[in-house]
């Protein structure tokens, strides 16, 4: 599903009014007329698609990061899904004022790139991601991931984020990611034994010990879940897309 046939981010027009112009065949901004809706809608929605048409041709996602409901912002990808940055990140704990970020996986164009603390995992390294990522795909990330990442490297995280935990609970999806991968089928060969807090002892063994296969292990494991992100959001993708769009088209 792409943004172009959406019309939920124009103010008055809810799901209930959307689905109505997809059931009367208006599945496009191009099919849009005025005559579908009353009158200050319809100017609402025209205004809306002139001006979204030229950030569309512009690549500014930012604009419909702000103007689409953040529940909604799956459908974006489609249109962005280039540049989009999938990322996770390992801690020694859960308080981002008190405990260190150990490990930040970026997964973006195909290729995954993994930083570790006291080798290259810098302020001036995520900044370079951020720059580079035109929106950021993470799980449970807005809670978790980017305020760690802005406490522990005094960053301001703005690129636009869809965080797949809420798009997963639009689809009865809950618990943690390894379950809900565990629930589609998405596999973790060679690290299925190791989870949050296996990744902390890890990382202390590396620390205290030197022990560099618990880091590479670590390191595994941080890749597959910034790796495994694209997988989960395709499939979620395509599943809302039949849910909430196909049979309208």
């Known amino acids: 599903m792409r943004v172009e046939n959406s019309f939920i981010p124009v103010d008055g027009v809810g799901e209930t009014t959307e689905r109505r112009l997809w ?4 599945t496009h901004w191009d099919e849009f007329h005025p005559d579908a809706v009353g009158p200050k809608t319809g100017d609402r929605i025209e205004e809306y698609i002139a001006t979204a048409a030229e950030h569309l041709d512009d690549g500014n996602v930012q604009f ?24 996770d990140i390992e801690t020694t704990g859960l308080d981002e004022h008190r405990n260190d970020v150990t490990t930040v996986s970026f997964h973006r164009d195909g290729e995954t790139r993994t930083y570790v603390q006291g080798r290259d995992l810098t302020a001036e390294a995520l900044e370079r991601e951020l720059r580079g990522s035109t929106m950021l795909v993470s799980f449970n990330g ?26 997963c609970k639009k689809l009865g999806l809950s618990g ?5 991968e565990d629930d589609l089928g998405i596999g973790r060969e060679g690290v299925e034994d190791v989870d949050g807090r296996e990744a902390v002892r890890l990382w202390n063994r590396y620390e ?11 390191v595994e494991y941080n890749r597959l879940d910034a790796e495994n992100l694209r ?15 196909t049979p309208h088209v």
């Open 64 to 87: 419909f990061a702000d103007t689409f409901p953040s529940n909604e912002l799956w459908r974006l990808y489609e249109n962005f899904a280039d540049g989009a940055c999938f990322f």
């Open 176 to 180: 943690g990611l390894k379950a809900i």
């Open 208 to 218: 205290n010990r030197g022990d560099e296969a618990a880091l590479d292990r670590l």
């Open 142 to 167: 807005k809670r978790f991931d980017a305020p760690f990442l802005e406490a522990n490297f005094d960053l301001d995280v703005t690129t636009p984020h869809l965080d797949l935990m809420y798009t």
């Open 231 to 245: 997988t989960l959001l395709e499939t979620v993708h395509g599943r809302l897309r039949r849910e909430v769009f």
């Open 23 to 26: 059931a009367d065949g208006i």
